[in-house]
Protein backbone atom coordinates (compact mmCIF):
# COMPACT_ATOMS: atom_id res chain seq x y z
CA UNK A 1 0.00 0.00 0.00
CA UNK A 2 1.16 3.59 -0.77
CA UNK A 3 0.58 7.04 0.54
CA UNK A 4 1.77 10.21 -1.20
CA UNK A 5 -0.31 13.41 -2.29
CA UNK A 6 -2.16 13.28 -5.47
CA UNK A 7 -3.28 15.76 -7.68
CA UNK A 8 -5.76 14.39 -9.99
CA UNK A 9 -6.83 15.78 -13.07
CA UNK A 10 -7.08 14.53 -16.91
CA UNK A 11 -5.06 17.44 -19.37
CA UNK A 12 -4.47 17.32 -22.97
CA UNK A 13 -0.85 17.50 -23.68
CA UNK A 14 1.14 19.33 -26.05
CA UNK A 15 4.24 19.26 -27.96
CA UNK A 16 6.87 21.68 -29.08
CA UNK A 17 8.39 19.62 -32.03
CA UNK A 18 10.86 22.04 -33.68
CA UNK A 19 11.68 24.84 -36.17
CA UNK A 20 12.06 25.97 -39.68
CA UNK A 21 15.53 26.79 -41.55
CA UNK A 22 16.72 29.80 -43.04
CA UNK A 23 15.04 30.95 -46.49
CA UNK A 24 15.36 34.45 -47.81
CA UNK A 25 11.70 35.82 -47.71
CA UNK A 26 10.29 39.09 -47.99
CA UNK A 27 9.52 40.59 -44.29
CA UNK A 28 6.04 42.17 -45.06
CA UNK A 29 2.82 39.88 -44.18
CA UNK A 30 1.93 37.23 -46.63
CA UNK A 31 -1.42 37.23 -48.38
CA UNK A 32 -3.59 34.74 -47.23
CA UNK A 33 -5.84 32.76 -50.08
CA UNK A 34 -8.92 31.10 -48.72
CA UNK A 35 -7.70 27.48 -50.22
CA UNK A 36 -9.98 24.09 -49.57
CA UNK A 37 -7.69 21.07 -47.56
CA UNK A 38 -5.47 19.43 -49.88
CA UNK A 39 -3.43 15.76 -49.44
CA UNK A 40 -0.65 15.40 -48.70
CA UNK A 41 0.75 15.14 -52.43
CA UNK A 42 -0.28 19.43 -52.12
CA UNK A 43 2.37 20.45 -49.14
CA UNK A 44 6.31 19.96 -49.37
CA UNK A 45 7.40 16.81 -49.24
CA UNK A 46 9.52 17.63 -45.58
CA UNK A 47 6.05 18.42 -43.97
CA UNK A 48 4.55 15.12 -44.96
CA UNK A 49 7.45 13.09 -44.25
CA UNK A 50 7.56 14.18 -40.67
CA UNK A 51 4.32 12.87 -39.80
CA UNK A 52 4.87 9.49 -41.67
CA UNK A 53 7.57 8.87 -39.46
CA UNK A 54 6.43 9.85 -36.21
CA UNK A 55 2.89 8.39 -37.07
CA UNK A 56 3.77 5.27 -38.96
CA UNK A 57 0.55 3.58 -38.30
CA UNK A 58 -1.93 6.56 -40.06
CA UNK A 59 -3.04 5.80 -43.18
CA UNK A 60 -2.59 9.37 -44.88
CA UNK A 61 -3.24 12.83 -43.82
CA UNK A 62 -5.50 15.90 -44.84
CA UNK A 63 -3.77 19.19 -44.53
CA UNK A 64 -5.61 22.40 -44.01
CA UNK A 65 -3.47 25.60 -45.10
CA UNK A 66 -3.27 28.49 -43.01
CA UNK A 67 -0.76 30.95 -44.77
CA UNK A 68 0.05 29.61 -47.64
CA UNK A 69 2.81 28.01 -48.66
CA UNK A 70 3.81 28.31 -45.05
CA UNK A 71 2.16 26.54 -42.66
CA UNK A 72 -0.60 23.94 -42.04
CA UNK A 73 -2.81 22.11 -39.67
CA UNK A 74 -4.04 18.31 -39.77
CA UNK A 75 -6.21 16.36 -37.40
CA UNK A 76 -5.82 12.38 -37.64
CA UNK A 77 -6.98 9.01 -35.55
CA UNK A 78 -3.68 6.89 -34.15
CA UNK A 79 -4.02 3.99 -32.20
CA UNK A 80 -4.56 6.11 -29.12
CA UNK A 81 -6.64 8.86 -29.84
CA UNK A 82 -6.53 11.85 -32.00
CA UNK A 83 -4.20 14.41 -32.76
CA UNK A 84 -4.47 17.92 -34.00
CA UNK A 85 -1.05 19.45 -35.28
CA UNK A 86 0.36 22.64 -36.86
CA UNK A 87 3.21 21.96 -39.37
CA UNK A 88 5.40 24.30 -41.21
CA UNK A 89 7.25 24.69 -44.76
CA UNK A 90 10.26 23.21 -43.57
CA UNK A 91 8.55 19.99 -41.91
CA UNK A 92 8.74 20.37 -38.70
CA UNK A 93 6.01 20.19 -36.25
CA UNK A 94 5.43 23.36 -34.91
CA UNK A 95 2.47 22.24 -32.14
CA UNK A 96 0.85 18.69 -31.10
CA UNK A 97 -2.07 18.41 -29.04
CA UNK A 98 -3.55 14.93 -27.80
CA UNK A 99 -7.37 15.18 -28.41
CA UNK A 100 -9.52 13.90 -25.09
CA UNK A 101 -12.87 13.68 -24.87
CA UNK A 102 -16.46 14.62 -26.83
CA UNK A 103 -16.21 17.50 -29.34
CA UNK A 104 -19.18 19.54 -28.26
CA UNK A 105 -18.91 23.58 -28.53
CA UNK A 106 -18.75 25.53 -24.81
CA UNK A 107 -21.95 27.43 -24.55
CA UNK A 108 -21.44 30.91 -25.48
CA UNK A 109 -23.13 32.36 -21.98
CA UNK A 110 -20.44 29.98 -20.23
CA UNK A 111 -17.55 31.70 -22.54
CA UNK A 112 -18.93 34.98 -21.71
CA UNK A 113 -18.90 34.72 -17.34
CA UNK A 114 -15.66 33.32 -17.61
CA UNK A 115 -13.75 36.00 -19.91
CA UNK A 116 -15.55 38.23 -18.42
CA UNK A 117 -15.33 37.12 -14.16
CA UNK A 118 -11.06 35.56 -15.36
CA UNK A 119 -10.12 37.86 -18.13
CA UNK A 120 -6.32 36.75 -17.26
CA UNK A 121 -7.35 33.38 -16.59
CA UNK A 122 -6.59 29.94 -18.51
CA UNK A 123 -8.97 27.03 -19.21
CA UNK A 124 -7.40 24.06 -18.21
CA UNK A 125 -9.89 21.52 -19.04
CA UNK A 126 -13.93 21.28 -19.57
CA UNK A 127 -16.30 18.66 -18.41
CA UNK A 128 -19.88 17.18 -18.51
CA UNK A 129 -21.44 17.14 -15.42
CA UNK A 130 -23.46 13.70 -15.50
CA UNK A 131 -25.98 12.38 -13.62
CA UNK A 132 -25.83 8.78 -15.35
CA UNK A 133 -24.08 7.99 -18.78
CA UNK A 134 -26.81 9.78 -20.98
CA UNK A 135 -27.76 12.59 -18.96
CA UNK A 136 -26.04 16.14 -18.08
CA UNK A 137 -26.95 18.61 -15.61
CA UNK A 138 -24.79 21.44 -16.43
CA UNK A 139 -20.65 22.08 -16.92
CA UNK A 140 -17.67 22.05 -14.89
CA UNK A 141 -14.34 24.53 -16.08
CA UNK A 142 -11.30 23.64 -14.36
CA UNK A 143 -8.91 27.09 -15.09
CA UNK A 144 -5.98 28.57 -13.85
CA UNK A 145 -5.55 32.35 -12.72
CA UNK A 146 -2.87 34.77 -13.13
CA UNK A 147 -1.54 33.72 -9.81
CA UNK A 148 -1.53 30.02 -10.64
CA UNK A 149 -4.48 29.03 -8.75
CA UNK A 150 -6.60 26.28 -9.56
CA UNK A 151 -10.39 26.71 -9.68
CA UNK A 152 -13.47 24.57 -10.67
CA UNK A 153 -15.88 26.36 -12.35
CA UNK A 154 -19.44 24.98 -11.98
CA UNK A 155 -22.65 26.03 -13.79
CA UNK A 156 -26.28 24.31 -14.22
CA UNK A 157 -28.02 22.86 -17.10
CA UNK A 158 -28.57 26.41 -17.91
CA UNK A 159 -25.67 27.45 -18.43
CA UNK A 160 -26.00 30.27 -15.03
CA UNK A 161 -23.22 29.97 -12.65
CA UNK A 162 -23.12 28.20 -9.66
CA UNK A 163 -19.59 28.25 -7.58
CA UNK A 164 -16.16 28.28 -7.65
CA UNK A 165 -14.14 25.89 -5.91
CA UNK A 166 -10.23 25.85 -4.48
CA UNK A 167 -9.70 21.93 -4.32
CA UNK A 168 -7.15 20.76 -1.43
CA UNK A 169 -4.76 18.34 -2.42
CA UNK A 170 -6.35 14.75 -2.11
CA UNK A 171 -4.13 11.97 -0.18
CA UNK A 172 -5.00 8.46 -1.81
CA UNK A 173 -4.51 5.85 0.33
CA UNK A 174 -4.33 3.02 -2.38
CA UNK A 175 -4.64 2.72 -5.85
CA UNK A 176 -6.14 0.04 -7.78
CA UNK A 177 -5.49 0.00 -11.96
CA UNK A 178 -8.57 -2.87 -13.19
CA UNK A 179 -11.14 -2.73 -15.87
CA UNK A 180 -14.82 -2.58 -16.57
CA UNK A 181 -14.51 -6.46 -17.95
CA UNK A 182 -11.94 -7.17 -15.15
CA UNK A 183 -13.64 -5.46 -12.03
CA UNK A 184 -15.76 -8.75 -10.65
CA UNK A 185 -13.17 -10.83 -10.39
CA UNK A 186 -10.90 -7.74 -8.85
CA UNK A 187 -10.92 -9.22 -5.03
CA UNK A 188 -9.47 -5.83 -4.12
CA UNK A 189 -12.08 -3.51 -5.50
CA UNK A 190 -14.65 -2.26 -3.31
CA UNK A 191 -18.59 -3.71 -3.55
CA UNK A 192 -19.88 -0.25 -3.75
CA UNK A 193 -17.85 0.74 -6.91
CA UNK A 194 -18.04 -3.22 -8.41
CA UNK A 195 -22.17 -1.96 -7.82
CA UNK A 196 -21.69 1.38 -9.29
CA UNK A 197 -20.22 0.04 -12.54
CA UNK A 198 -23.10 -2.70 -12.65
CA UNK A 199 -25.66 -0.66 -12.55
CA UNK A 200 -24.37 2.08 -15.17
CA UNK A 201 -23.51 -1.09 -17.67
CA UNK A 202 -19.87 0.62 -18.18
CA UNK A 203 -17.85 -1.24 -19.93
CA UNK A 204 -15.42 -1.85 -22.37
CA UNK A 205 -13.24 0.57 -20.26
CA UNK A 206 -10.19 0.75 -18.06
CA UNK A 207 -10.22 2.04 -14.80
CA UNK A 208 -8.35 3.40 -12.07
CA UNK A 209 -9.48 3.63 -8.49
CA UNK A 210 -7.72 6.00 -5.98
CA UNK A 211 -9.48 5.10 -2.30
CA UNK A 212 -9.10 8.44 -0.68
CA UNK A 213 -8.18 9.84 3.04
CA UNK A 214 -11.56 11.00 3.36
CA UNK A 215 -12.93 7.35 2.56
CA UNK A 216 -14.46 8.03 -0.67
CA UNK A 217 -13.42 6.72 -3.78
CA UNK A 218 -12.28 8.45 -6.99
CA UNK A 219 -12.94 6.62 -10.04
CA UNK A 220 -11.05 7.44 -13.74
CA UNK A 221 -13.13 5.44 -16.33
CA UNK A 222 -11.03 5.43 -19.93
CA UNK A 223 -13.09 4.59 -23.09
CA UNK A 224 -11.51 4.41 -26.51
CA UNK A 225 -13.69 4.42 -29.77
CA UNK A 226 -10.94 3.40 -32.35
CA UNK A 227 -13.30 4.14 -35.49
CA UNK A 228 -12.83 7.84 -35.01
CA UNK A 229 -10.38 8.33 -32.09
CA UNK A 230 -12.30 9.47 -29.51
CA UNK A 231 -10.77 9.27 -26.13
CA UNK A 232 -13.49 9.38 -23.52
CA UNK A 233 -13.39 9.93 -19.62
CA UNK A 234 -15.00 9.62 -16.77
CA UNK A 235 -14.16 11.13 -13.46
CA UNK A 236 -16.34 9.65 -10.72
CA UNK A 237 -16.67 10.51 -6.83
CA UNK A 238 -18.22 7.89 -4.95
CA UNK A 239 -19.03 8.28 -1.06
CA UNK A 240 -18.17 5.72 0.89
CA UNK A 241 -21.47 4.09 0.57
CA UNK A 242 -21.45 4.42 -2.94
CA UNK A 243 -23.23 7.78 -3.27
CA UNK A 244 -22.45 9.93 -6.91
CA UNK A 245 -20.75 13.05 -5.41
CA UNK A 246 -19.39 14.02 -8.81
CA UNK A 247 -19.59 12.33 -12.55
CA UNK A 248 -17.81 14.48 -14.96
CA UNK A 249 -17.37 13.60 -19.01
CA UNK A 250 -14.55 15.08 -20.50
CA UNK A 251 -15.27 17.33 -23.67
CA UNK A 252 -12.77 17.69 -25.90
CA UNK A 253 -10.25 20.84 -25.87
CA UNK A 254 -11.54 23.14 -28.72
CA UNK A 255 -8.03 23.86 -30.24
CA UNK A 256 -8.19 25.86 -33.31
CA UNK A 257 -4.85 28.30 -35.59
CA UNK A 258 -4.98 31.52 -36.58
CA UNK A 259 -3.01 33.69 -38.52
CA UNK A 260 -1.01 36.01 -36.80
CA UNK A 261 0.60 38.94 -39.28
CA UNK A 262 3.61 40.92 -37.97
CA UNK A 263 1.64 43.96 -37.00
CA UNK A 264 -0.15 42.45 -34.32
CA UNK A 265 2.80 40.39 -32.59
CA UNK A 266 2.70 41.58 -28.72
CA UNK A 267 4.66 44.02 -27.36
CA UNK A 268 6.28 41.49 -24.89
CA UNK A 269 7.81 39.29 -28.62
CA UNK A 270 8.93 42.81 -30.15
CA UNK A 271 10.83 43.87 -26.82
CA UNK A 272 12.64 41.23 -27.33
CA UNK A 273 13.25 40.98 -30.58
CA UNK A 274 14.24 44.47 -31.00
CA UNK A 275 16.57 44.16 -28.22
CA UNK A 276 18.22 40.93 -28.98
CA UNK A 277 17.82 40.88 -33.46
CA UNK A 278 19.07 44.14 -34.61
CA UNK A 279 17.73 43.00 -38.23
CA UNK A 280 15.15 40.40 -37.47
CA UNK A 281 12.84 39.68 -40.50
CA UNK A 282 9.25 38.45 -40.07
CA UNK A 283 8.96 34.77 -41.65
CA UNK A 284 5.04 33.71 -40.19
CA UNK A 285 2.86 33.90 -37.09
CA UNK A 286 0.41 31.65 -35.57
CA UNK A 287 -2.20 31.72 -32.31
CA UNK A 288 -3.41 29.45 -31.38
CA UNK A 289 -6.75 29.26 -29.47
CA UNK A 290 -8.95 27.16 -26.46
CA UNK A 291 -12.36 27.80 -26.74
CA UNK A 292 -11.72 30.61 -28.07
CA UNK A 293 -9.28 32.05 -26.04
CA UNK A 294 -5.99 33.05 -27.22
CA UNK A 295 -3.23 30.83 -25.57
CA UNK A 296 -0.34 30.73 -27.55
CA UNK A 297 1.99 32.67 -30.09
CA UNK A 298 4.38 31.88 -32.69
CA UNK A 299 6.39 34.14 -33.62
CA UNK A 300 9.07 32.60 -36.99
CA UNK A 301 11.71 35.22 -38.16
CA UNK A 302 14.90 34.92 -39.59
CA UNK A 303 18.28 36.82 -39.35
CA UNK A 304 20.52 37.31 -42.78
CA UNK A 305 21.38 34.03 -44.63
CA UNK A 306 22.14 31.30 -41.68
CA UNK A 307 19.70 31.80 -38.10
CA UNK A 308 15.96 31.28 -37.95
CA UNK A 309 13.52 31.42 -34.84
CA UNK A 310 10.70 30.78 -33.78
CA UNK A 311 9.96 32.70 -30.34
CA UNK A 312 6.62 30.88 -28.21
CA UNK A 313 5.07 33.00 -26.27
CA UNK A 314 2.26 31.50 -23.92
CA UNK A 315 -0.55 34.10 -23.50
CA UNK A 316 -1.33 33.13 -19.60
CA UNK A 317 2.08 32.92 -17.65
CA UNK A 318 4.43 36.41 -16.88
CA UNK A 319 7.92 34.40 -17.94
CA UNK A 320 6.58 32.97 -20.90
CA UNK A 321 8.99 33.42 -24.12
CA UNK A 322 10.93 30.32 -25.42
CA UNK A 323 12.83 30.21 -28.29
CA UNK A 324 13.53 27.52 -31.06
CA UNK A 325 17.28 28.41 -33.05
CA UNK A 326 17.75 26.89 -36.18
CA UNK A 327 21.12 27.18 -37.93
CA UNK A 328 22.14 26.94 -41.41
CA UNK A 329 25.13 24.89 -41.66
CA UNK A 330 28.42 23.99 -43.77
CA UNK A 331 29.80 20.38 -44.39
CA UNK A 332 32.83 21.25 -42.42
CA UNK A 333 30.28 22.49 -39.24
CA UNK A 334 28.53 19.07 -39.22
CA UNK A 335 29.60 17.15 -36.22
CA UNK A 336 31.62 13.86 -36.55
CA UNK A 337 28.59 11.52 -35.15
CA UNK A 338 26.89 12.98 -38.36
CA UNK A 339 28.92 12.23 -41.07
CA UNK A 340 30.30 8.89 -39.95
CA UNK A 341 26.24 7.61 -40.60
CA UNK A 342 25.99 9.20 -43.67
CA UNK A 343 29.29 7.70 -44.69
CA UNK A 344 28.09 4.22 -43.36
CA UNK A 345 24.74 4.99 -44.92
CA UNK A 346 24.98 6.44 -48.24
CA UNK A 347 28.77 5.30 -49.46
CA UNK A 348 30.37 8.21 -51.68
CA UNK A 349 27.68 11.16 -50.70
CA UNK A 350 28.02 14.32 -51.73
CA UNK A 351 26.89 17.37 -49.54
CA UNK A 352 24.09 19.25 -50.91
CA UNK A 353 22.97 21.62 -47.54
CA UNK A 354 22.57 21.38 -44.06
CA UNK A 355 20.99 22.86 -40.66
CA UNK A 356 20.26 22.19 -37.19
CA UNK A 357 18.05 23.13 -34.69
CA UNK A 358 18.53 23.56 -31.21
CA UNK A 359 16.21 22.18 -28.08
CA UNK A 360 13.81 25.39 -27.09
CA UNK A 361 15.73 27.26 -24.34
CA UNK A 362 14.79 29.81 -22.19
CA UNK A 363 15.48 33.58 -23.73
CA UNK A 364 17.30 34.19 -19.95
CA UNK A 365 19.74 31.16 -20.77
CA UNK A 366 21.95 32.38 -23.51
CA UNK A 367 24.21 29.18 -23.42
CA UNK A 368 21.24 26.82 -23.67
CA UNK A 369 22.05 25.82 -27.63
CA UNK A 370 21.84 21.88 -26.79
CA UNK A 371 21.20 20.12 -30.94
CA UNK A 372 17.99 18.55 -31.00
CA UNK A 373 18.65 17.29 -34.30
CA UNK A 374 20.32 17.58 -37.95
CA UNK A 375 18.17 17.88 -41.33
CA UNK A 376 20.99 17.01 -44.22
CA UNK A 377 20.52 16.84 -48.06
CA UNK A 378 22.94 15.04 -49.89
CA UNK A 379 23.27 13.20 -53.59
CA UNK A 380 24.68 9.85 -53.82
CA UNK A 381 25.48 9.13 -57.88
CA UNK A 382 22.18 11.17 -59.38
CA UNK A 383 19.60 10.94 -56.11
CA UNK A 384 19.28 13.00 -53.82
CA UNK A 385 17.97 12.55 -50.00
CA UNK A 386 16.94 14.35 -47.42
CA UNK A 387 17.82 12.69 -43.69
CA UNK A 388 17.32 13.70 -40.11
CA UNK A 389 19.88 12.91 -37.56
CA UNK A 390 19.68 12.80 -33.74
CA UNK A 391 22.64 15.08 -32.25
CA UNK A 392 23.93 11.62 -31.88
CA UNK A 393 24.35 10.84 -35.85
CA UNK A 394 21.28 7.87 -35.17
CA UNK A 395 18.80 8.61 -38.30
CA UNK A 396 15.37 9.65 -37.39
CA UNK A 397 14.17 9.26 -40.86
CA UNK A 398 15.12 9.46 -44.86
CA UNK A 399 13.47 10.06 -47.73
CA UNK A 400 14.33 10.28 -51.35
CA UNK A 401 13.31 13.63 -52.65
CA UNK A 402 11.02 13.75 -55.40
Known amino acids: ?102 PKTLPEAIKQHFNSQYPSAEILAVYDLMKSTTLTEGYKLVIKTANNTTLHLYYDSANAFVRAQTLSSEKALSIIFTSTDQINYDTQVPVVVKQFVSNNQLKNASMVIYHLSDKSYKLFVNFRELSNGALQTFEIVLSETGQVLEWASSIENNYAYKVLNSSNVSSKT ?74 STFPNWIFVNARVVYQPSDPTNAAATEPDHFQVEIKQGTVRYSVRLAADGKIIYQYQIQ
Open 1 to 102: MTTFNLHISILPCRILAGILSAVVLQSCDTVVEATMPVSSSGIPQASTEVFKQKYPEVGSFIFEPLEKDKTWQTEFVTSVGKVFCLVDYQGEIIDANNLVGI
Open 270 to 343: KSYLQANFSNWQFDYGIVKTIFGQNKTNFVALKTGQTDSYIITEEQTNEHNLTITHAQVLAENKLPDAIKSTLS
